[in-house]
């Protein structure tokens, strides 16, 4: 998407700033008069998103970052993760469920996973404003 | 921290003991909540009171089932407070992983408490 972001955020890949981002993707979303499903939704999705990154991006000790891209439309939301680290690589997890990615395909409209030529990984996710869970 | 949310654990006045979660939950206070499980790694039950959680994620739900593992290898309780009073994201994450139906779950911390001591008592 060649579009620039409405709102762009890049912090360090590291737990403590899974919740800036969640608390931004929330005031995000109660701008654009999300219903409360769909901002309950957004943020979990955005934090499994976020995880993923901290947990697994940059296993080999480099400090990284989290970028978030946020794109609004009348009725939708469009959220791109990106980062700079290994892709997507399987890593041992003391205690996880592998839930993350497939609740993130529970919350949202569509989802997009691409490991661009340059390296890392970009999750592109986006939900419905006002009817988060798409019908059966 | 924006949004970040405690942990307490209580023995809980002759009671079971309780770890009670408030706030927001992720991957920033998972340890924190493992340790506490770790705490009561020999109780007789556990009670994991989210009644005033507003938020948790997959990371939160890993520490709560390898608590609940641990409690069934040991052959004690591990149960979950999740009322109708309870922030529907805590709920919605339940239902969405299925965990409503892997947790033993009670509405109230009290009711959670008579629960357990009628266990005990007919165990």
Request: charged residues 20%.
């Amino acid at each position: 998407m060649n579009q620039a972001a409405d709102v762009s955020l890049i912090v360090p890949a590291v737990p403590d700033s899974i919740a800036v981002i969640r608390q931004t993707v929330s005031g995000i979303c109660e701008a654009l008069g999300a219903d409360t499903r769909a901002v309950g939704d957004i943020k979990l999705a955005a934090t499994e998103a976020c995880t993923n990154v901290v947990l697994h991006a940059y296993a080999n000790g480099d400090a990284g970052t989290i970028e978030v891209d946020a794109y609004a439309a009348e009725d939708e939301l469009r959220l791109l993760v990106r980062d700079h680290g290994a892709g997507m690589t399987p890593a041992p997890m003391a205690e996880g469920l592998g839930l993350g990615l497939p609740l993130i395909a529970a919350l949202t409209s569509t989802l997009t996973i691409l490991e661009p030529e340059n390296g890392g990984t970009e999750v592109s996710m986006t939900f419905s404003l006002r009817e988060s869970t798409p019908d059966p | 921290m924006t949004g970040a949310g405690r942990i307490e654990a209580t023995a809980a006045d002759g009671g079971w003991p309780v770890i009670a979660l408030s706030g927001e939950h992720d991957l920033s206070t998972a340890p924190e909540l493992r340790a506490r499980l770790h705490d009561l790694a020999e109780a007789d039950a556990v009670i994991i009171d989210l009644d005033q959680t507003t938020f948790v994620d997959s990371s939160i739900l890993g520490v709560l089932v390898g608590g609940l593992r641990r409690a069934r290898e040991r052959d004690v309780p591990f149960v979950v407070v999740l009322g109708d009073q309870a922030h529907p994201a805590i709920r919605r994450i339940f239902e969405l992983t299925g965990l409503h139906d892997v947790f033993p779950i009670y509405p109230t911390r009290g009711q959670a408490q008579a629960g357990l001591s009628r266990q005990g008592e007919t165990a």
